[in-house]
T-cell receptor, first 109, second 112 residues
């Protein structure tokens, strides 16, 4: 079955601390993987996707096919990073997104 | 700016009532989606559409129906609302297979 697992519902860190939001997926083929973010009172929006291999707002995510993971990392968290983060998988050659249950990141001053 | 809009933004209705949620977009995208968001469950796909002649069921389509009236409009209907359909509903659009999805602001539906 195709599934995305985000094991942490809540992750709390202090400003300046490193952050890692975990995402594991279950899919037999070659997935497209995404991180979406929802800031308070804003719409859900794309943060980054694995094929672009870029860093957005200091965040990076590396696809590890061996561990079937796509963890989101940032070396120094900022208060404005506080938001709900969703990992999502798009099975090959489909138009669907399968979302994880989300992780709320709280960054304290 | 090209946008995805949803109406209404909030709705309270009673069990058994029929209700329609509407989504409009000015992005010119062919692909449109309806999701529901529940605490602890993330977003789950209800229906999606590639164009006005193509409608597809998602993960949780039971109890819902959709209509793609035009490229820009995609409506979600609850024929007979029940309390466990209380949720936040999102519409999204995309211009490419596997591409970025652009979300509307959401409709908070409460069924009493």
């Amino acid at each position: 079955a195709q599934r995305v697992t985000q094991p942490e519902k809540l992750l709390s860190v202090f400003k300046g601390a490193p952050v890692e939001l975990k995402c594991n997926y279950s899919y037999s083929g070659s997935p497209e993987l995404f991180w979406y973010v929802q800031y308070s009172r804003q719409r859900l929006q794309l943060l980054l996707r694995h094929i672009s291999r870029e860093s957005i707002k200091g965040f990076t995510a590396d696809l590890n096919k061996g561990e079937t993971s796509f963890h989101l990392k940032k070396p120094f968290a900022q208060e404005e990073d506080s938001a709900m983060y969703y990992c999502a998988l798009s099975p090959y050659n489909t138009d669907k997104l399968i979302f994880g249950t989300g992780t709320r990141l709280q960054v304290f001053p | 700016d090209a946008d995805v809009t949803q109406t209404p933004r909030n709705r309270i209705t009673k069990t058994g009532k029929r209700i329609m949620l509407e989504c409009s977009q000015t992005k010119g995208h062919d692909r449109m989606y309806w999701y529901r968001q529940d605490p602890g469950l993330g977003l789950r796909l209800i229906y999606y559409s590639f164009d006005v002649k193509d409608i597809n069921k998602g993960e949780i389509s039971d109890g819902y129906s959709v209509s793609r009236q035009a490229q820009a409009k995609f409506s979600l209907s609850l024929e007979s609302a029940i309390p466990n359909q209380t949720a936040l509903y999102f519409c999204a659009t995309s211009d490419a297979r596997g591409g970025e999805q652009y979300f509307g602001p959401g409709t908070r539906l409460t069924v009493t």
